[in-house]
């Protein structure tokens, strides 16, 4: 048996069914009126065909405005126009008919206070069986989710919050049942909007939401500063409340948009920091109309700095990966771009000279970004071998090429690993940095090198990037747990990767060749903290639904990341977020010497004796929870 719940639309037959009911009930309430005063609405005598042809005309106006165009049980203020424009359109028609007749014969068929009296009511029945329906179908609809959907508040009372009320009260299928609209002011306390009760906020957010059973919040306040939002997200998730963010809503946007934006709150989100404003002018003296190579661009890095630079109008981007299935994926990522940059992407491998060399001769970048590297603390313990020939020999063949092809930027993606290093992969980006800066100081001294600024950026941990713990804890939960932790009070700066990348082209750009730039990473955030507030998010309770479980500092691994040297000092910028690190430079013959030296050994994949010489080179090298321990001594 059909009923109303398994309809998800009136059928268009049955709404032309009912219009005429609608039009024939109007005409006949008018001529009931109209006959009480004494007037007729038609004179004639035959009625029945001046009868059938107001109708037609009525159904000819309504194809003509599409009024059967929309669903009834989402009609809105655009089809009330088109049903008033409709109506207005037969009432002009017939005065017209009228007087045209009544040129011709003298009389008038239809009465025109009649006429008028008949289009309002018509209007005015159409227009209300609509809302009935919308209102039927809504509460047939919604009372059948509703026990389903998660009660939910919406924080604000702006024109945004509003918005975005509006766009989930009408989102199919529905993700929230909204149960009132939190307000920080105490002017709304009475009112209501879109019949739902305004709250106002006295107390802990969390508070207010036990007190209407709610389950999760969106905010939606535009005027909240990033430190109110944080303090609100903090509060909720302290009792398990699911948060949900939105950005600010243009009035040019449909609903189904407004309410895609709907997002549940990402780590990201949380990360105490100030947007980063950057200097677009000498980014653009450098880089536009330039041809940039960027080397490992298809990591999370390189790729990021790809999309940025595109941004600046370049002549052509070289984009250098030896990953083929992710420099791929990277192309057809690009090719959706409306962009008339030549992006080219080459799979190559930076350790190949003659490879490197071919394109080098070939293309003639102006601008290079060196983030190509062995990154993994754990591997690169295991394999010092492939740290050396990737990390030291890699940058070495591209910083020489640099200088060969009188490049006029190159840009060194580094790591705070590098500082104090206390593991493989650290120490071998510390013998990367000093050769650049080697090279730096060379060309200071050679003035037929001075064309090429070697210009090196040093940050910590990197959000969402192929390898960090984000992508590691979200598998984790997906998992059903645990999550795992090295040490329970490991701590680690992070930042974005878009901010990271933002950061490396200003310093690119700021750069006069031989410094060490640092960025300011914000507070340290404890690893343990960052897991359980992923927990949270995910709508899971930490150690009950999610374990935590500690597993030991892995091999070369610190409590605390450093981004200064003990030695070092720093100097600061026009930019507030980046510092110049000054470190002490080393002459390029005796390093050149002793990296050709350290290439060779690695060749032989003799660990201790790889690692003995990189502790030469980095006397600060000091292996910590690692076999290599024992060179120290």
């Known amino acids: 048996m059909l009923t109303i719940r398994d309809l998800s639309y009136l059928p268009r037959w049955i709404v032309v069914g009912i219009d005429l009911v609608v039009l024939i009930v109007s005409f006949l309430f008018t001529k009931l ?97 609509r809302v009935v329906v919308k209102q039927v179908f809504e509460h047939f609809f919604t009372e059948k989710n509703d026990l389903k959907l998660p009660r939910t508040l ?152 790809v999309r940025q630079v595109i941004l600046f109008k370049p002549d052509r981007i070289i984009a250098v990966d030896q990953a083929e299935t992710p420099l791929h994926n990277l192309s057809l990522e690009l090719a959706t771009l409306d962009s008339k940059e030549r992006i080219l992407t080459l799979v190559a491998d930076i350790r190949n000279k003659d490879a490197m060399n071919a394109i080098f001769k070939l293309y003639k970048p102006d601008v290079v970004f060196h983030a190509a590297a062995y990154k993994h603390v754990p591997l690169m313990e295991e394999n010092p071998s492939q740290a050396i020939l990737t990390n030291v020999e890699g940058t070495k063949i591209i910083a020489d090429l640099s200088c060969n092809y009188r490049v006029k930027n190159f840009v060194m993606v580094s790591t705070d690993k590098a500082v104090n290093p206390s593991n493989v992969m650290g120490a071998s980006k510390r013998i990367a940095e000093k050769y650049v800066q080697s090279l730096q100081l060379k060309s200071n001294v050679n003035k037929d090198l001075k064309s090429t600024k070697f210009i090196t950026t040093r940050f910590g941990n990197v959000l969402g990037s192929n390898g ?87 091999p070369g691994e610190k409590l605390y990341e450093e ?30 010497d002793e990296i050709e030296e350290l290439i060779t050994i690695a060749n032989f994949h003799k660990k201790d004796a790889i690692v003995a010489k990189m502790k030469k080179i980095v006397p600060e090298f000091k292996s910590m929870n690692s076999t290599y321990e024992i060179l120290d001594k």
């Open 33 to 129: 009126v109209i006959n009480g005063v004494g007037l007729q609405y038609i004179s004639l005598n035959e009625k029945l065909p001046f009868i059938s042809f107001l109708l037609l005309i009525n159904i000819i106006s309504f194809w003509i405005f599409r009024t059967y165009a929309g669903i009834i049980r989402h009609s809105s203020y655009t089809d009330a126009i088109k049903l008033l424009f409709s109506q207005i359109s037969v009432l002009v028609f017939f005065v017209t008919f009228n007087f045209v007749f009544q040129f011709l014969y003298g009389s008038k068929i239809y009465l025109n206070t009649a006429l008028f009296i008949n289009m309002v009511l018509s209007f005015c029945g159409l227009f209300l069986y």
């Open 154 to 305: 919406i924080y604000g009372t702006d024109a945004n919050a509003l918005a975005v009320a509006n766009a989930l009260k009408l989102e199919r299928p529905s993700r929230f049942k909204i149960v009132g609209f939190v307000d920080r002011s105490s002017q709304n306390s009475s009112k209501r909007m879109m019949d739902l009760p305004i709250l106002v906020q006295r107390k802990k957010l969390p508070t207010l939401m036990r007190s209407v059973g709610a389950e999760s919040v969106i905010i939606a306040d535009k005027s909240l500063s990033k430190e109110e939002r944080l303090i609100l997200v903090d509060q909720c998730l302290e009792f398990n409340y699911k948060v949900y963010v939105v950005p600010l809503i243009t009035d040019w946007e449909n609903q189904k948009e407004i309410s895609q934006k709907v997002k549940s709150l990402q780590i990201e989100d949380l990360l105490d920091r100030k947007p980063i404003v950057l200097d677009g002018k000498s980014i653009s003296k450098q880089l536009k109309e330039k041809t940039i190579l960027i080397t490992g661009a298809a990591g999370s890095i390189g790729s990021e700095i």
């Open 468 to 554: 960090s713990v984000v992508p590691l804890f979200t598998k984790q939960i997906a998992a059903g747990g645990p999550i795992t932790i090295t040490h329970p009070d490991i701590i680690r700066y992070f930042m974005t990767i878009p901010e990271a990348c933002q950061l490396v082209l200003e310093a690119g750009a700021m750069g006069k060749g031989g410094e060490i730039y640092i960025f300011d990473m914000g507070k340290p955030v404890k690893i343990i903290d960052l897991a359980r507030k992923m927990i949270k998010l995910a709508g899971f309770i930490p150690e009950e639904d999610i374990k935590i479980k500690i597993v030991g500092l892995r």
């Open 563 to 592: 981004l200064l040297n003990d030695t070092s000092k720093t100097i600061p910028t026009h930019h507030h977020k980046i510092m110049i690190a000054e470190e002490i430079q080393e002459e390029f013959e005796i390093l050149h």
